[in-house]
């Protein structure tokens, strides 16, 4: 055999290891970034034919989600300009409309050289999926889109039931706070049973702050939403999240150079940040970190309806991404953890009430959660916000819904 034979054999071997592994081969021209070559693999990752890459110079930077597109392309062009390996990973839209998180790794052999590139699926699960037919991706993602719809559709009855107690606690609360305020103003300063009435008092304001939540939880909680720059809110609660945790935490928070945006209640987006705070707290007596990330991302129908809410609108989301180093969740505790008064900490240290009222403030915002936890492997928690654009603090625009 020839060393040419041998050459070629050899490339024949490490093309066909490529598109085993469901990951696309590419040559570009590193002046323009066109792409000269592109194998058969990136029907895997893309969804669409090779050639519609290579007639159309255009069609793969058209596919890279729209606020990522000129900071990947950029990024790209870093590496190229100076003949660097490095990899740059981004979001694009499939061709059956879902989002995919890709890794471009990149060779180039000095300016002007070569270009090659590997791009793959950095989400692992899809490239399993991928790899294999794309009838099983079909049925995964229907799968993920009917646990999706039971989910919300179990929400929205608990949500409805309580706010059914609720309205109806609250009417009878006011009778008692209201009967024994009018008592406590008739008992003389040292009447023996005025202490009594006082205690009367304070139960029925706690049972007015558990409807409350209990009423934000089922969205109906007044709220004021303004336009929020949240990289500055975030900077701003720092040093209030640091004092909650207490100083064996290390909060870590990794914001955007770019400025997100969006309409919120500034009160109920620190409410979401303190209980997400206090339970990583709980997740980690023996300390540990708590990190606070923020993003944007474009949010497609099909991804909605699979992995967040079939009630999100597609569009741009900023992303608020909350993880700690602490004990994680089983899977029972992940099914139920946003449902109210469920609760793993025992009479006494938990009413189970803190991300309920998580979901209901974030659902009432238009936007989603999800977590990733495992026991023993710690737990983050995404929350997606709908962008705005306007970096106006001052502008009112809606009064929020009526309770
Ligand atoms: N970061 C986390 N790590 C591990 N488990 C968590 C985390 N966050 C929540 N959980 C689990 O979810 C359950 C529900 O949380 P939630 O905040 O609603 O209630 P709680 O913390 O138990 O009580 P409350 O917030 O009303 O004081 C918790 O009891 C806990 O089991
Ligand atoms: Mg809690």
Not at 163 to 176: E, K, Q, R
Not at 312 to 331: A, F, H, K, N
Request: one cysteine or more; a negative charge; aromatic letters at 6%.
């Amino acid at each position: 055999m020839t060393a040419d034979v041998r050459e070629r054999e050899a490339e024949k071997s490490i093309a066909a290891v490529l598109r085993e592994s469901g990951a696309a081969f590419w040559t570009r021209d590193p002046a323009t970034l066109h792409l000269k070559y592109v194998n058969e693999g990136i029907e895997d990752v893309l969804g669409y034919p090779s050639r519609r890459f290579i007639e159309d110079r255009n069609f793969w930077e058209g596919l890279i989600a729209p606020h990522e597109r000129s900071v990947t392309i950029d990024r790209l062009r870093e590496l190229l300009r100076h003949g660097r390996t490095g990899s740059v990973d981004y979001s694009a839209i499939h061709a059956d409309g879902s989002q995919v998180f890709l890794v471009d790794s990149v060779v180039a052999f000095g300016a002007g050289g070569i270009v090659a590139g590997v791009t793959a699926l950095a989400n692992h699960e899809r490239l399993a999926v991928s790899a294999n037919v794309a009838t099983r991706q079909t049925s995964a993602r229907k799968d993920a889109e009917e646990l999706q719809r039971r989910q919300s559709q179990k929400m929205e009855a608990v949500g409805r039931l309580a706010a059914g107690i609720a309205h109806d606690f609250n009417n009878i609360l006011t009778v008692i706070t209201s009967y024994s305020q009018l008592l406590l103003s008739r008992f003389p300063p040292d009447d023996p049973g005025r202490a009594d009435l006082y205690e009367i008092r304070k139960a029925a304001d706690r049972a007015v702050a558990m409807v409350r939540q209990l009423l934000t939880f089922s969205h109906r909680s007044q709220g004021e939403q303004k336009i929020i720059d949240m990289t500055a809110a975030l900077l701003e609660t720092q040093n209030m999240l640091q004092h909650t945790v207490g100083c064996q935490i290390e909060i870590v928070v990794l914001v955007e150079p770019d400025a997100a945006c969006c309409l919120a209640d500034r009160a109920q987006l620190d409410q979401v940040l303190l209980n997400l705070a206090l339970n990583a707290r709980d997740a980690m007596p023996n300390g540990g970190t708590l990190s606070f990330e923020l993003g944007t991302t474009v949010v497609d129908e099909a991804f909605a309806r699979s992995y967040l809410d079939p009630d999100i609108v597609p569009g741009e989301y900023i992303t608020l991404s909350v993880g700690d180093t602490g004990q994680g969740m089983d899977s029972r505790t992940r099914d139920r953890l946003f449902e109210p008064f469920f609760t793993t900490k025992g009479p006494g240290k938990g009413k189970g009430l803190g991300l309920s009222t998580v979901y209901g403030i974030i659902k009432q915002h238009g936007g989603a959660i999800t977590l990733l936890s495992d026991v023993g492997r710690g737990t983050t928690f995404r929350i997606y916000l709908p962008w705005t654009s306007h970096p106006s603090h001052e502008l009112i625009v809606s009064p929020g819904l009526p309770s």
